[in-house]
């Protein structure tokens, strides 16, 4: 009676391995990561005027922001454009009659 123990072993084996069954997989699985949050992104496009002067002129620049909100992404490129602005004509203009596009990524 040699093969008992060795068919013994296999019975317990196979009932082992279909209890198992339904846990397969779960053990290793990383936890489902939550959703990163989109954020807005906008960009700018404005034009330059000199202040009180009434110059609507030709001249336009472009920036661009991100934010939580539409909002706040507008806001953000709109300071940008007025940054390049300041940056490069100085003190006395303004961007003036902005457009915006933005988008949710």
């Known amino acids: 009676k040699r093969g008992t ?5 296999v019975r317990w084996t196979v009932a082992v391995s279909f209890m198992l069954l339904p846990l397969a997989g779960t053990a290793h699985a990383e ?3 939550p959703a990163k949050p ?3 992104y906008s960009t700018a496009t ?5 202040i009180g002067k009434g110059d609507h002129g030709k ?11 539409k909002g706040e992404a507008e806001k953000a490129a709109q300071r ?6 300041s940056d490069k004509y100085g003190k006395g203009y303004r961007a003036h009659h902005c457009t915006f596009r ?4």
């Open 38 to 40: 989109k954020q807005w």
């Open 102 to 105: 933005s988008s949710r990524r």
């Open 31 to 33: 936890p489902a990561a």
């Open 80 to 85: 940008d454009v007025q940054k390049q602005i």
């Open 5 to 9: 123990p060795v068919k013994t072993l």
């Open 46 to 50: 404005c034009g330059v005027e000199k």
């Open 59 to 69: 001249k336009q620049l472009k920036g661009s922001g991100k934010g939580k909100s």
